[in-house]
């Protein structure tokens, strides 16, 4: 959150937008002779314009990518009982406007309820923002205020698309499910309040202070030559997406695009399968894990690419040890429940405070990326004494603005409708919580949920595990004893320390109701929200001018932490005219007398994977078109190839080339 709260205290004059949504429970046909599943990938990525999230203040607007962002579904009917779509996005988290409306669509067009619908985001912090259902996260998440109207009706178009293309691309189907743990990838950034958990003694080693955990459900689906082949996956993996600096301005996935790609690039390599394949990659107890990045490397997308690579192929290995495994005939089912905090803050012996609470140490930064001079300062700084600005429920919390902070905020505004899930696919339950989950925080309700589900009746399940920053973001949840230090994570825990007993509380309540079978959960029966608006997508009106390349491309060597480069410039339609999501550059290689598109390890050179970007540079203020660049990263490094970079058309047009370059 950075320095948003000392900045941004003012109004923010914006327009309202009314979100309404049905709850809708579509007809299911409840037996059926096969279990079906079915995925698909949709291109979520804006036009330049959009404020990044997660990193507040110092944060950026996006004029561009380097990897796409993607809404990954997948689809999973059982023999009996109704179906499940769980949405991957590469964004910072869900949202519950943006789950809501999408559900409402994906429940008129398919068999899918809202209960059984998840947008999960796997944290990315170099994704746009301004999307969320709370008026704070809209203002705080990024370094602009206000939910972005275009962008959000794009990413409910869009997530629903996904889901309902999952949902026609089903076929029969056999699951196999299987996890592996990872080393070397992730540490633990807030070790002294980590340290001061009752069951932690001794301070002991850096890799017992993760979650190591990678959990995969691997899907096959029969083609039609009648054979079963390797369609997806779904994972889980606790790895905090921020190799990535606050300077970028490129849309990008983090770790996260790299452990997507190489298990769908790996499939496809290893199994000739007839399908494209979709990895779907969310978080877990990522709170405070973060990536493994030794402190003399800056971080960047070296660093992105290589903690990356180390998951994907760890997940990649995984699912090729699953071939044995797969089963046509596995339990599925969920449970859901939605609640309001501020009208009931208390459930069994475990309460949250009555309103959200900004602590100090929110304020100050993580300890992997403080906010420059302010986390030095007394009050903010990790370990001050916590007798100033604290009071009652927030206990040890140092509240930012002392009482004035409950003036100038309004508990309204800050996320307080909660949606929770228990979701069982085969031998796992997973619980999608709007959270970001500090890692003994995660194990403790997971274990509070197995212990409830067991006594229900449950079997056959051998893991349960949170799912972060699912369908909508409330900041963090850290044990009592970690919020009792308030590091950045405690200071990011708005309801104060009872947060995790609380959620468990919840949770394991759901679980005797997964355990029975029970899928009629009380939801609403709609939905509303009311949020503050402003526009950032820059838009402009489309000239009657020719699209083209602007000189010759330019290499750059390699520099600090910076790969080399080719880059070519050229001229194209206006921002807001020329869609983002949809390919646009890609390099091209001379094969005899004939171009072809460049590939590398079997994988196409294009703006589709990890090493081409494309990004607005300015408008033309004499053509009115808009003038961008396309850069290949790591580019083939071998004498006598020649080269050049292909630029696609719209919906009209034809492929602009630039001059050949090798």
């Known amino acids: 959150m950075g320095t948003a709260l000392l900045s941004g205290l003012g109004g923010c004059a914006a327009k309202h937008l009314a979100v309404n949504a049905e709850n809708i429970r579509p007809e299911v046909q409840m037996e059926t002779q096969t279990m079906t599943a079915g995925f698909a990938r949709v291109d979520i990525t804006p036009g330049p314009g959009m404020p990044m999230g997660g990193y507040s203040m110092m944060g950026k607007q996006g004029m561009g990518y380097r990897t796409k962002l993607y809404a990954r579904a997948v689809y999973i009917k059982p023999k009996q009982g109704r179906p499940v779509c769980l949405v991957q996005c ?262 949250v405070c009555n309103r959200a609470v900004v602590g100090c140490a929110l304020t100050a930064g993580a300890t992997s990326r403080y906010t420059p001079v302010l986390h030095k300062m007394p009050l903010f700084a990790p370990g001050w ?86 369908n909508g973001y409330w900041g963090y949840v850290t044990t009592p004893e970690e919020y009792s230090l308030q590091y950045y994570e405690g200071g990011h825990t708005l309801y104060g320390p009872g947060t995790g007993a609380f959620l468990a509380a919840h949770l394991s309540d759901m679980a005797k109701s997964l355990a029975s079978g029970d899928q009629a959960p009380d939801l609403p029966s709609s939905w509303a929200f009311d949020l503050k ?37 050229w001229e194209d339609l206006p921002p807001g005219v020329m869609a983002f999501d949809r390919p646009i550059a890609s390099v091209q290689e001379m094969d005899g007398d004939q171009w072809r598109v460049l590939t590398k390890e079997g994988e196409p050179i294009d703006d589709s994977g990890y090493d081409i970007s494309v990004q607005f540079v300015k408008m033309n203020s004499k053509t009115g078109m808009g003038i961008y660049q396309a850069t290949w990263h790591d580019p083939v490094k071998e004498s006598g190839r020649k080269f050049r970079f292909a630029i696609a058309p719209g919906e009209e047009g034809e492929y602009i080339f630039s001059d050949t370059f090798n």
């Open 533 to 569: 608006t402003k526009h950032y997508l820059i838009k402009k009106d489309a000239p009657a001018e020719d699209r083209k390349v602007i000189g010759r491309p330019v290499y750059e060597p390699e520099g600090d932490n910076l790969e080399a480069c080719w880059t070519v410039s």
């Open 90 to 351: 590469d964004l910072l988290a869900g949202s519950l406007a943006v789950h809501h409306k999408a559900a409402e669509i994906v429940a008129q067009k398919t068999d899918v309820e809202p209960a059984g619908f998840v947008m999960a985001g796997t944290h990315t912090h170099s994704a746009p923002a301004n999307f969320f259902g709370s008026n704070f996260y809209n203002k705080f998440a990024s370094a602009k205020k206000g939910l972005e109207p275009d962008f959000f009706e794009f990413l409910c178009d869009r997530i629903a698309m996904a889901a309902v293309q999952a949902y026609e691309n089903q076929r029969p189907a056999k699951i196999a499910i299987g996890s592996v743990d990872v080393y070397g990838a992730t540490r633990n950034r807030s070790l002294p309040a980590y340290w001061r958990n009752a069951n932690v003694t001794d301070e002991p080693p850096a890799d017992q202070a993760i979650n190591p955990l990678l959990h995969m459900i691997r899907i096959d689906c029969k083609a039609d030559d009648g054979a079963y082949h390797p369609a997806g996956a779904f994972t889980n993996f606790s790895i905090h997406p921020t190799a990535i600096s606050t300077g970028n301005t490129l849309y990008n996935g983090d770790v996260f695009a790299y452990i997507e790609r190489e298990v769908e690039w790996g499939i496809k390599k290893a199994y000739n399968t007839p399908f494209e394949p979709v990895h779907a990659a969310c978080n877990m107890t990522h709170g405070d894990n973060t990536p493994e990045i030794p402190p003399e490397i800056d971080e960047g997308f070296i660093e992105a690419k290589r903690v990356g690579k180390i998951v994907g192929r760890a997940a990649m290995d995984l699912f090729t040890s699953l071939d044995g495994e797969l089963n046509d005939d596995v339990p599925v089912g969920y449970f859901a429940k939605e609640l309001d905090v501020l009208e009931s803050p208390a459930k069994a012996d475990a309460a």
């Open 385 to 470: 004494p916590r007798k100033v600005f604290t009071h009652g429920c927030q206990a040890e919390k140092r509240v930012v603005g002392g009482p004035f902070q409950y003036l100038i905020l309004p508990r309204e505004d800050f996320p307080h409708v909660l949606f929770l899930q228990t979701i069982r696919i085969g031998d796992v339950v997973i619980m999608p919580i709007p959270f970001e989950t500090c890692m003994e925080q995660g194990a403790r309700i997971a274990a509070s949920v197995k212990e409830s589900a067991e006594k229900a009746g449950m079997e056959g399940v051998s893991h349960y595990y949170v799912m972060s920053c699912s």
